[in-house]
């Protein structure tokens, strides 16, 4: 368990630097100059500017000493923020997203595995076309429409009491969370839906069942013990990769409402070809990702004892 | 098979109780979760509770902005919503009252001759930990923008001072710059050419003062938060969290406070988002919202009273006037510029309210000698003449000697205005002269790159005013500014751009920018498309709001709660 535990961060890391080394080319392959502004400015400025951001270097040696700050963990200044170190930002921002992602995927999770039990138990059947029809749109739905609508009724609702029931956007209280990361995990739920139904699906005919049924076992032992714990694991197994997407993707439902998320910087700062926050951001975001990953994976023996690593 | 299938529906049914109660706990189980959630937010105190968009009792008023503001070090700002906090929370030695006219701000006595300005600063001025604000404040201020190290974009808005452009060559030491302190409060600035607007450029945010002492104590942070700048305007920035919330407080230690009305201004939300904005002033939580064309429907449904704003923006077409380009041929742009329509293109095409269609590269806000200086000297008006048009293009045809024309670029940025626009323009020119444009959509950096380096032939470009003089747009064409992207390059020009900016005659001036004006219609050097407008609302219970060319806009420093108004 300690050997495979250590293979896999090492794995991890190294994944990790593959990450940075490509943003890092991808981000110098991109046209347009980072530190170009509306108003033209001198060469002095200009050369100056490169100074003080070490772009003055050839290519190469920017790159080591950027890897050389990542390792000590020091993202470097904003471009656009030029007082505020791109560990403040992440600092300050992530927990919000991280925050409305774990709401989001808490939502997505539960409601997944539900709403995908009920169709499958219901297959063929009124319930279940319904729920399949919305799952449908759930999917192909993009998030700025389900954001702006979300909101839209949000407006409605509170016109309607006359008061704020929910706030229509900000970021502080429980109140303000709700609909958003209900927002945020809509996709992910119907996603999940989808699958915890198949997966539900393929289990109903296995042969353990049947012996459980023949055994005599009562309905309700073997839907849940049986049947929705043996399901669920595939929902287990992406819940890690939707995790880092989820708390990656909330650029939009941050937008709309008004939330101060890194999502949006993560955008933005690919838009104004923001070097350090892009390589922050990325970097970060990617080894999140990574290790949720990692880390799900080892949950995954917890769940199902057929996985127990050596 | 019959007891199989009533097996299996008592199957559903029990395993669909078992389903419900699953459902139910997860439900409560949310309950529960939010409400400790809640519980332990209020522990920590950190619970916001939404306020209205005006509340009278306490002297609020709660806004947006459009994006979190990126810079309020004063020496270094360049946008346009840092410009407006700034505004707020800093005072320049010279201000403007609600009506646009220079006012005495920190200085509270001033002249301004040819080849000096002095200032004396009232012993009420003070920095919002209640020190005085002395001139060496400005000083400090002035000599650190225009220090190299500092890379400041807008350094040369200081040029007019002595040794100031040599100083941002890095030529001369900072402390070279011409200006002195004989004491505490006066500043004495001695000029190096000439200039009839000095007054409106030291209001503008780079002249601001910092005090050094607090700048050197903060490390580099300067501006970074609330707690690390140092405010001796109307308000202080009581509490900023980055990307979420920006609150401000009456300043107590302003000179003026008195005459401030407003206790709060609580910039609550920050959204770039059009729709979003919206909804806030919907819903009641915003007491302004910009409008964008999409939510004039929404405006006219709900009566509001919408109101109109020219931003002092002039937008175009920029030619290229590189030598190896087409457009460089003046026949070329002569046709181009017969088949123009800017009115057809405003209330046709983009339908922007507030968007004024014009014929010119000067705003119409710029003062002329005794009136505007546009109704004192309106442009040369270019009649729609498609067959003067074909003429001129043939011409251009066989002074380029050409069998027939390649299609030209026309580099324009990534947003569904832009889009509208160069596929009206692409129309046109097809239409009405038979020449193929190829559109080159670009995000903001790539645009600029691609400006820079001159890989295109026309562009859909805009230029607002850095201060309220003619000189801020008649110099766009000079061959020498770094902004003419498209390389125009004319000595008679430049030769009137030179004497504009030495004389202090304002008739003569006016006289001189009248001809730059003529020579950008003769010479075909842009296709003027419109000078840019915002429409917006406000809760009928703000009043006093100011909207500005230059400086902070929209001003709430002169604005009021009237509680009954609805």
């Given at each position: 368990m300690f050997r495979y535990t250590l293979k896999r961060l090492v794995q991890g890391l190294i994944t990790v630097w593959f990450i940075a080394t490509a943003t890092f080319g991808a981000m110098h392959l991109?046209?347009?100059?980072?530190?170009?502004?509306?108003k033209a400015a001198s060469a002095e400025i200009q050369a100056n500017l490169r100074a003080k951001y070490g772009l003055d270097k050839p290519v190469l040696q920017q790159y080591f000493v950027y890897l050389g700050n990542i390792a000590r963990g020091d993202f470097g200044i904003s471009f656009t923020q030029k007082n505020r170190e791109v560990n403040d930002i992440i600092r300050e921002h992530f927990p919000v997203s991280a925050t409305m992602g774990l709401l989001a995927i808490l939502f997505a999770g539960a409601g997944g595995v539900l709403w995908g039990a009920l169709t499958a138990l219901f297959r063929n059947r009124l319930p279940d076309v319904i729920i399949m029809f919305l799952v449908i749109l759930g999917i192909s739905v993009p998030s700025f429409v389900m954001a702006a609508l979300g909101q839209l009724s949000l407006v409605k609702l509170n016109a309607f009491f006359g008061a704020t029931v929910l706030p229509v956007g900000g970021w502080g209280t429980v109140r303000h969370m709700l609909v958003p990361s209900l927002v945020l995990g809509l996709g992910t739920m119907a996603y999940l839906t989808r699958l915890m139904r198949s997966s539900m699906l393929e289990i109903v005919n296995a042969d353990f069942i049947r012996t459980a049924k023949a055994k005599g076992l009562p309905a309700a032992r073997i839907f849940s013990k049986h049947q929705l714990r043996n399901a669920s694991l595939p929902v287990v197994t992406v819940l890690g990769p939707a995790i880092a997407a989820i708390t990656t993707g909330g650029f939009v439902v941050e937008l709309v409402f008004a939330i101060p998320g890194l999502g949006r910087y993560f955008v933005q700062a690919v838009q104004q070809l923001d070097y350090t926050v892009i390589m922050g951001t990325t970097v970060f975001y990617g080894a999140f990702l990574v290790f949720m990953v990692i880390a799900v994976d080892l949950v995954y023996g917890l769940i199902d004892p057929r996985v127990r690593l050596q | 098979m019959a007891d199989v299938i009533i097996d299996e529906s008592s199957f559903v049914r029990s395993a669909g109780r078992q389903l419900l109660v699953y459902g139910i706990v997860t439900v409560l189980g949310f309950a529960l979760l939010m409400w400790l959630l809640d519980a332990l937010a209020s522990l920590v105190g950190s619970s916001s509770e939404t306020t209205g968009a005006v509340d009278a009792a306490t002297g609020t008023i709660t806004l947006y902005l459009d994006e979190e503001p990126p810079q309020l070090d004063s020496t270094l700002a360049t946008d346009q919503v840092s410009g407006r906090i700034i505004g707020h929370v800093m005072e320049g030695l010279l201000r403007k009252d609600e009506l646009g006219n220079i006012v005495g701000g920190v200085a509270e006595s001033w002249t301004i001759d040819a080849d000096k300005a002095v200032f004396n600063l009232r012993?009420?001025?003070?920095?919002s930990d209640g020190k005085p604000v002395t001139a060496h404040d400005f000083i400090f201020a002035w000599q650190r923008t225009l220090d190299?190290?500092?890379?400041?974009?807008?350094?040369?808005?200081?040029?007019?001072?002595?040794?100031a452009e040599a100083i941002n060559r890095g030529e001369m030491p900072p402390t070279a710059l011409g200006v002195s302190a004989p004491d505490e409060r006066t500043l004495v600035v001695e000029l190096e050419r000439p200039v009839l607007f000095f007054d409106k450029l030291v209001s503008f945010p780079t002249y601001y003062p910092v005090r050094e002492d607090f700048f050197k104590a903060t490390n580099g942070r300067y501006g970074a938060d609330a707690d690390t700048l140092l405010y001796n305007g109307p308000f202080v920035i009581s509490s900023w969290v980055h990307g979420a919330s920006l609150r401000m407080d009456r300043?107590?230690?302003?000179?003026?406070?008195?005459?401030?009305?407003?206790n709060t201004i609580n910039w609550a939300y920050i959204t770039s988002d059009a729709n979003a904005q919206l909804n806030f002033f919907k819903d009641g939580k915003v007491a302004y919202a910009g409008m964008a064309p999409e939510s004039l429907s929404v405006a006219l449904e709900n009566r509001w009273h919408l109101r109109q704003f020219q931003d002092g923006g002039v937008f175009f077409i920029e030619f290229n006037h590189r030598p190896n380009r087409l457009t460089r041929n003046l026949h070329l742009r002569r046709a181009l510029l017969l088949v123009n329509n800017s009115s057809e293109l405003v209330n046709k095409v983009t339908k922007l309210p507030g968007y004024l269609p014009t014929n010119s590269l000067f705003p119409a806000f710029l003062d002329g000698l005794h009136d505007k200086f546009r109704r004192e000297h309106p442009a040369k008006d270019v009649p729609i003449d498609v067959d003067q048009a074909r003429r001129e293009l043939e011409l251009a045809r066989k002074e380029l000697g050409l069998e027939k024309w390649p299609p030209l670029s026309l580099l324009t940025g990534d947003n569904p205005i832009a889009n509208l626009q160069s596929e009206y323009y692409q129309s046109v020119f097809k239409d009405k002269l038979g020449l193929d444009v190829r559109i080159d959509r670009q995000i903001f950096k790539q645009r600029l790159q691609k400006m820079t380096s001159g890989d295109f032939d026309m562009v859909m470009a805009g230029w607002g005013p850095?201060?309220?003089?003619?000189l801020t747009f008649g110099d766009f064409f000079a061959s020498w500014n770094l902004n003419n992207r498209g390389r125009y390059d004319n000595p008679e020009y430049d030769a009137l751009v030179r004497k504009a900016q030495a004389s202090l005659d304002q008739a003569e001036r006016v006289e001189l920018f009248a001809r730059m004006q003529d020579i950008i219609v003769d010479d075909a050097v842009i296709l003027p498309n419109y000078e840019k407008g915002a429409s917006f609302v406000t809760?009928?219970?703000?009043?006093g709001l100011v909207r500005r060319v230059v400086g902070a806009d929209p001003d709430y420093t002169y604005a009021w709660i009237e509680e009954s108004a609805q």
């Open positions: 991109v046209p347009g100059d980072p530190l170009s502004g509306e | 012993a009420a001025a003070r920095w190299p190290a500092t890379a400041s974009e807008y350094a040369f808005i200081l040029y007019y001072i002595k040794n300043n107590e230690s302003y000179w003026r406070r008195d005459e401030i009305r407003l850095d201060y309220e003089d003619l809760d009928p219970r703000l009043k």
